[in-house]
Nanobody, 120 residues
Framework: QVQMEESGGGLVQPGGSLYLSCTASGFIFSINAMGWYRQAPGKERELVAR???????DYADSVKGRFTISRGDAKNTVYLQMNSLKAEDTAVYYC??????????????WGRGTQVTVSS
C-alpha cells in the first residue's frame, strides 16, 4: 500500500557532498515519522537521521553537524543533505516511513536502498 522511492546515491570523494531524496506514495492517511537508515557490510542497520510529524529530529552521533534531514512541504518526502563525507559513511542508505494507511492500519515501509560510496 505504501511505497518508498529513494534517489541521490553515488560515488563521491572524501569531503564531498550528496543529497538524498525519498518519496512515499500509496494509500496514506498520515505519516508520523520519516528517516534514513544505513547498513555497511558486516554491520547492523543503524539510524542515520529521523524527523517526526512534530518536526523533532534525531541524528546518529557520527553524523551530527555534517548531515541534515528535512521534510518536504507535502510531508510525504524526506531529504538528507550529506556534507563532509567520510569513508566511514559508505553504506546502503534506506528510506523509512511510519504512519497510518487509509485503512487505519499502521505501516512501516522501507525503500530498496541507494548505495553511497565515499572513496578516493
Amino acid at each position: 500500500q505504501v511505497q518508498m522511492e529513494e534517489s541521490g546515491g553515488g560515488l563521491v570523494q572524501p569531503g564531498g557532498s550528496l543529497y538524498l531524496s525519498c518519496t512515499a506514495s500509496g494509500f496514506i492517511f498520515s505519516i508520523n515519522a520519516m528517516g534514513w537508515y544505513r547498513q555497511a557490510p558486516g554491520k547492523e542497520r543503524e539510524l542515520v537521521a529521523r524527523v517526526t510529524s512534530g518536526g523533532s529530529t534525531d541524528y546518529a552521533d557520527s553524523v551530527k553537524g555534517r548531515f541534515t534531514i528535512s521534510r518536504g512541504d507535502a510531508k510525504n518526502t524526506v531529504y538528507l543533505q550529506m556534507n563532509s563525507l567520510k569513508a566511514e559513511d559508505t553504506a546502503v542508505y534506506y528510506c523509512n516511513a511510519m504512519g497510518y494507511g487509509t485503512d487505519y492500519k499502521v505501516f512501516d515501509s522501507w525503500g530498496r536502498g541507494t548505495q553511497v560510496t565515499v572513496s578516493s
